[in-house]
């Protein structure tokens, strides 16, 4: 008995269960008893192509190999669950598998695993070989090794197909020399454990099973993540990345790493994440997938049933995955028609075959000329990250201004928020530099105002562009095969696969019918979290040779420190750039993204911008937007800066602490704030710099906030970091407070640092001793200040502001931590004087 040649794939991605159609039924199994005479007698060499179901080998020895051309060549498991062979990707292209197939599946298996699944390999002279020495290779058509285990052994080897679906080589000695549970591609089983070097990679597309754009795997915090590594950024979207760890439910201090499936239907994490099916406690066949839509799934079923149903999923709202519709365009669910894609108004989808490359505009807007750019609505939607910042209480006409004075401003979202220790109600404006993540539904209250060119906008304001949905009965992207040759047929097989093909194709239709008119409905759990988010990670993805490029061999040095060296290049679209090469160890690429992906959640107007990343080899190299005025330390002691730069700088760089401190993640320190890692921009508003770095450079230092070494430059260290105290975010304060100081008085963190000018070249006291002992030898207010004030400012200050600011610094460099203020009450303090300067 023949297997069944016309496998298709629609099972992978699971349909409700439907009830049997007798004459549907019937009318199957004589085409499928038809066509088994029929190739049993035309067609031998066709059935080569689908996993057989009949099982021949239990083990694979040393010297043994397995054909593609051979449909008996399948390894299968004692109890026969689970088998291991070749099962087609493409035209004539084909992967190693292990798959389901207990109940016995002639077409439809479900794929466990796969070794070659982004290297196809010919359907001709294709072979798994282990060799004698103990190696098992995939080799692709006797020309290449398109997958090995690299495995040696001295003894001899053997391969077998366990119960549990774990594909192990060992030995005679009994030593494992590999398993395919310590290298699984976007499935786990019971019992197979996800590890801090192992991770889920989703596959691109239902049919399509090559290596997708999400990852689940532990990030270097220990908590279990779900990533987008799409073709331009990265970001992780599970745990919700605007939720800290134990709001999110789980706890980071762990060392373990380790996330399992068991018989019963539990998933559990060791950052104390749990997750239950709704069938738990019944002994079923269980799989848990990372699906090629970004969600993690549970599927289960009945033993001998042939339908998985998903029993748990991670996001109840598919919209909330990101990359999921591409850049420049929202995504919408409705329970019966699915996630729907649709571009923003006056944008045109990318690729026509992939919504992963989103949208882009139909015509450039002009910079510059507002008679040439209009804002259309779109209600009820929101963008998540990428806003430039945060205005309240600011009329719609005031956000288009803001808006239309950014070159690189995409739109705005406009919405009520409340506001101030009265919470009072009031709109709020969120320039958008990237529109990402977008999503629309009608129970959101905020809404969207577009930046279009009005060469082609002839319609209303809110005028919207037709839904391009995602269409049911297929998917918008291309397979992932390989075409090779193929040999002289007669006219005898062309017919017999012009018929398979057909009643393959009819077989398909059906199926697809049913899944588009019978699909499990259900509501969204849980309503969507709204409010205020910061730019959300999303960085483009550099090589090597392309910063290289930019920066003309890394020639042309602006910068160093103890992150590392800083080069100035030009980006292929023109953009100056800063690029920095770390002084980081290696570590692997998915433990990189999740560090960067943590530093993109600290943006803020006050921080500088990331633009992208390098990790390549052993090369870790972060991209930032360029400062045209440099740095602080840079500008200090020229006359460039008047008393309301200086003033502006203060608070400015107050901002960006205190949302490092308070307003993002509570452990961020930058411990290094001096004003060397201060830049400024065109309009001398401070950019605080290197803010991530620490977290980049010294990972294991954090826990507990204690440290293991000094940090920081001399001059601007707390005293906690030379007494073994504990640190905090104090220590950033004090680094603060030497800052202002500096800035009012002109003078370096050693008053005899300026002694060209100060004439104080024997005075070895610090900065901040000296202005105490100015403070307190005084008869007045008036003449302390003036004593300390720079002279570069010719008197040209608000006496009582410049008190204010002398004093907040004096509090800021307290030597007991308790007795300095946080950042957010320097803010507080500051802006309090805002308006006056």
């Known amino acids: 008995m023949f297997a069944n040649p016309f496998r298709t794939w629609y099972q ?15 009318c199957f199994h004589l085409l499928n008893f038809n066509m088994s005479i029929l190739c049993s007698l035309f067609a031998l060499s066709l059935l080569a192509s689908a996993p057989g179901s009949v099982f021949t080998l239990s083990t694979l020895t040393a010297g043994s190999s397995l054909s593609v051309e051979k449909s008996e060549d399948v390894l299968i498991s004692p109890s026969g669950i689970f088998s291991a062979g070749f099962h087609p990707v493409g035209d004539n292209a084909y992967g190693f598998a292990i798959w389901f197939n207990k109940p016995s599946c002639s077409s439809n298996c479900t794929i466990v695993w796969m070794a070659n699944r982004d290297f196809p390999v010919n359907g001709k002279s294709s072979k798994l070989l282990l060799q004698e020495n103990g190696n098992l290779i995939l080799t692709d058509a006797k020309k290449s090794t398109a997958w090995s285990t690299k495995t040696e052994s001295l003894s001899p080897s053997q391969l077998h197909l366990l119960d549990i679906g774990n594909l192990v080589l060992d030995n005679s000695e009994g030593k494992v020399l590999w398993q395919s549970f310590d290298s699984p591609t976007d499935t786990l089983l019971p019992r197979q454990p996800l590890t801090r070097d192992t991770q889920l990679v989703s596959s691109r597309g239902r049919t399509n099973l090559s290596s997708g754009f999400y990852k689940l795997f532990f990030d270097n915090d220990n908590v279990l993540s779900l990533l987008y590594d799409g073709p331009e950024i990265s970001s992780v979207y599970w745990p919700y990345p ?22 019963l239907g539990k998933f559990s994490s060791s950052d104390n994440f749990t997750a239950l099916s709704i069938d738990y406690g019944v002994s079923l066949q269980r799989r848990l997938t990372l699906d090629f839509d970004g969600n993690v799934r549970i599927y289960s079923r009945e033993v001998g049933g042939t339908n998985w149903i998903v029993s748990w999923q991670a996001l109840t709202e598919p919209c909330r995955v990101h990359g999921i519709c591409g850049p420049n365009s929202t995504c919408g669910y409705d329970p019966i028609t699915g996630t729907k894609c649709t571009c923003l108004p006056r944008y045109k989808m990318k690729n026509t075959t992939d919504w992963a490359y989103g949208c882009e505009p139909e015509n450039e807007v002009s910079c510059g000329n507002d008679t040439e750019t209009r804002f259309v609505l779109l209600p009820h939607a929101e963008f998540y990250g990428y806003d430039y910042g945060y205005y309240p209480n600011y009329t719609l006409r005031m956000c288009e201004t803001v808006c239309l004075g950014m070159c690189n401003c995409k739109a705005f979202q406009f919405k009520y928020i409340t506001y101030g220790s009265n919470n009072d109600l009031v709109t709020a404006c969120y320039p958008k530099i990237l529109l990402y993540n977008g999503q629309q539904w009608p129970g959101f209250e905020g809404q969207v105002y577009v930046k279009v060119s009005t060469k082609t906008l002839f319609s209303d304001i809110k005028e919207t562009t037709p839904i391009s949905g995602l269409d049911c009965s297929g998917e918008l992207v ?9 040999d002289h047929e007669n006219g005898t097989l062309k017919f017999i696969r012009w018929f398979a093909t057909a009643l393959g194709a009819v077989e398909m239709v059906i199926i697809l019918f049913a899944w588009c008119f019978l699909v499990n409905s259900h509501k969204n759990s849980g309503e969507p979290r709204q409010g205020y988010h910061l730019m959300a990670a999303g960085f483009k993805r550099f090589t090597y040779s392309e910063l290289k490029q930019a920066t003309r061999n ?3 040095e602006i910068g160093r420190g103890a992150g590392g060296i800083v080069y100035k290049g030009v980006l292929s679209d023109n953009r100056v750039a800063a690029i920095k090469l770390l002084n980081v160890a290696v570590q692997g690429e998915a433990e990189f993204l999740a560090e960067i992906s943590t530093i993109g959640k600290l943006n803020h107007m006050n921080l500088i911008e990331i633009l992208g990343y390098c990790a390549e080899g052993k090369q870790r190299l972060l991209v930032y937007e360029f400062m045209e005025h440099g740095s602080l330390a840079e500008n200090v002691s020229s006359k460039t800066l ?52 620490s977290k980049l450079l010294n990972r294991g230092d954090r826990e507990n906030t204690s440290f293991t070494g000094i940090r920081g430059t001399r001059g601007y260290m707390a005293p906690e970091w030379v007494f073994n105290l504990p640190i905090t975010s104090k220590v950033d304060v004090y680094s603060y407070g030497i800052v202002i100081l500096e800035m009012v008085t002109g003078r370096g963190p050693l008053v005899g640092s300026n002694s060209a000018q100060s004439g104080d070249e024997n005075d070895d006291r610090t900065l901040v001793a000296w202005v105490r002992d100015k403070r307190g030898t005084a008869n007045d207010n008036v003449s302390w200040i ?38 957010s009450k320097a803010v507080e303090m500051l802006h309090s004087h805002e308006n006056d300067v």
């Open 478 to 486: 291309s397979l992932a095969g390989r075409d090779y040759p193929k």
């Open 242 to 263: 605007w939720l800290l760890s134990y709001e999110a439910g789980r706890f980071p201090y762990n060392s373990s790493r380790t996330a399992l499936l068991d018989n």
């Open 554 to 556: 890394f020639s042309h």
């Open 12 to 26: 992978i991605y699971p349909l409700p269960k439907i009830p049997p159609c007798p004459a549907i039924l019937c």
């Open 786 to 823: 003036e004593d300390v004030i720079d002279p570069k400012l010719d008197g040209k200050y608000d006496t009582v502001k410049m008190e204010t600011l002398v004093s907040l610094a004096l509090q800021c460099v307290e030597e007991d931590k308790d007795a300095r203020p946080t950042m």
């Open 642 to 693: 008047d008393w309301k730069k200086r003033f502006e700088i203060a608070l400015g760089t107050a901002r960006g602490l205190a949302y490092l401190h308070e307003e993002c993640l509570e452990w961020v320190l930058h411990c290094d704030v001096k004003p060397q890692n201060i830049l400024l921009d065109s309009n001398y508003q401070p950019k605080v710099s290197d803010f991530g770095l």
